[in-house]
């Protein structure tokens, strides 16, 4: 890429980073006095917290997304459509909105949710799939992507219409809800979410294009910024604002980008936790049982209904190991996926 083509992602970026820091600083304080909080149930006693802090990191990569329209518009020729680039998002705000409704449906005392009692009910599990399926939309209508899947050991396979109407609503709802299944812990959803947007970022460096490096850049800044707010002691919960965000902004990745096939490796640890919650019917927390020593039991004895289960049952599994082992096992799946792509297999 010229020099002045890696500004054009440079300073969007710079740019989703500072407002991703002050956005989040500003709803710590709003959603708190509002009453948009989550129970922290892994410190030694229980106090809630603010949640919903992927509404700051969405509003990063729109403003990001906003920064680079008005330079297109006024300092340089853009590198990709105008119109791509404000229907992806159009599709993120659409998704993290369906998260905020989540989020926001706090009772002032605990109520049955899935496995646990919690004060956060949210929307039913029907509502969800049905909800983000607005987020496919806009890349539907502008028909993104191109229409053929690369498949390992078959080869270039021709999906045509299929492809808008079939398999990019199916991955944005699969993407979005699937993302939300696994967390829980400090660190844990923006520690994956920041390894993969790596990874995605490196790859269309490489081997995409300008629409998957300016949108994965955006997103890795955005979430790199959010990230000290949830880190081991956390002033603020991701929320589903955030889940449901970061994978339908991945999906939007890997259709503008040309990476669905690269995309599907890195998602295998949230595809391995789909399939780990259905054996439940998806009634299952991941949260674990907080020992005197900070250490934590998986909640289902030997039983593995989530990846944080795994780690419990087989490591001393502190706040900060489980969000360190889930995040390292998804940069594996990162190096993967790159080094299948280095030796032709992708």
């Known amino acids: 890429m010229a020099y002045t083509t890696f500004l054009t992602i440079i300073i969007p970026s710079i740019m989703g980073f500072i407002v991703t820091v002050i956005g989040t600083k500003f709803v710590i304080g709003y959603f708190y006095g509002a009453g948009i909080v989550a129970e922290d149930r ?52 659409l998704i993290a909105a369906v998260g905020f409704l989540d989020d926001i449906n ?18 039913k599990q029907w509502q969800k799939p049905l909800l983000t399926l607005l987020g496919a939309l806009p890349l539907m209508a502008i028909n993104a992507g191109v229409n053929q899947f690369n498949i390992p050991f078959i080869g270039i396979v021709q999906l045509g219409y299929f492809y808008p109407l079939i398999i990019i609503p199916l991955a944005v709802v699969f993407c979005s809800n699937a993302f939300n299944l696994l967390g829980g812990f400090d660190g844990l959803q923006p520690g994956m979410a920041l390894a993969a947007s790596f990874g995605m970022f490196i790859y269309s460096i490489f081997f995409g294009n300008y629409a998957g490096t300016l949108l994965s850049a955006l997103l890795l800044a955005s979430v790199l910024a959010f990230l000290p707010f949830n880190s081991y002691k956390a002033k603020i919960i991701p929320g589903d604002s955030f889940t449901y965000a970061v994978g339908a902004t991945l999906v939007a990745i890997m259709v503008l980008g040309n990476a669905e096939t690269f995309g599907v490796i890195i998602f295998i640890p949230w595809i391995i936790e789909f399939f780990l919650h259905l054996r439940r019917r998806f009634k299952v927390t991941d949260l674990g049982i907080r020992q005197r020593d900070g250490t934590f039991r998986a909640p ?42 280095i030796f032709g297999v992708l």
């Not at 969405?58 to 791509?84: C, D, E, M, Q």
């Not at 049955?112 to 919690?118: A, I, P, R, S």
Request: hydrophobic share 50%; charged share 20%; proline share 2%.
């Open 106 to 123: 706090v009772k002032a005392r605990r109520v049955q949710t899935t496995d646990m009692k919690d004060i956060r009910k949210g929307l």
């Open 300 to 341: 289902y004895g030997k039983r593995t209904y989530s990846l944080t289960h795994l780690v419990m049952n087989h490591a001393k599994a502190t706040e900060n190991t489980v969000a360190i082992y889930l995040t390292a096992f998804e940069g594996a799946f990162v190096v993967l996926g790159l080094l299948l792509k």
């Open 42 to 93: 892994n410190k030694e006693h229980i106090k809630r917290i603010p949640s919903s802090g992927g509404i700051a990191v969405s509003l990063g990569i729109i403003v990001g997304i906003l920064a680079y329209t008005f330079g297109s518009r006024f300092v340089f020729k853009p590198a990709i459509s105008i119109s791509v680039l404000l229907a992806a998002a159009l599709a993120i705000m």
